[in-house]
């Protein structure tokens, strides 16, 4: 026997093979449309369903952060999180209805939103 068959295989090319075996790619699963157009892959096809079934994210909202928020509830929690460190946030008082506390506000002038308008003032659509 050579030197060469009795020698172990690297580890990256025994990782590569597993990866390819699990994916599907060494045994030539994905195959092209008779129509001779390249076929998605079914990991860029799920990628893509995923990305549709969320909503789009919004970044740079006041006090986020850098966070990333997909909805109003989400940020408004967020937001509420954050009246613990004295920054403004937002109470619902009533079904559709926010009022902002904030300590720096005047208490007798309290500042009320509706649902509609806190989501235009943010940039979410749902």
Known sequence: ????????PPAFA???AATLVATGCAHGRETP???GREAPSSAAASVDKTMTDKPPERADLPYARGRRFASLDDYL???RQL???DRPW???VSPGVY???A???PRDQPQLFTRRQLMEQFGFDH
């Not at 050579?2 to 172990?8: D, E, L, V």
């Open 83 to 85: 009246g613990q460190t």
């Open 77 to 79: 929690a967020f937001r």
């Open 14 to 16: 025994v990782l590569l």
């Open 99 to 101: 009022r902002l506390v």
């Open 103 to 105: 300590r720096t506000l």
């Open 1 to 8: 026997m050579s030197r060469i068959a009795n020698k172990k």
């Open 33 to 35: 449309p008779s129509d």
């Open 90 to 92: 937002y109470e619902e």
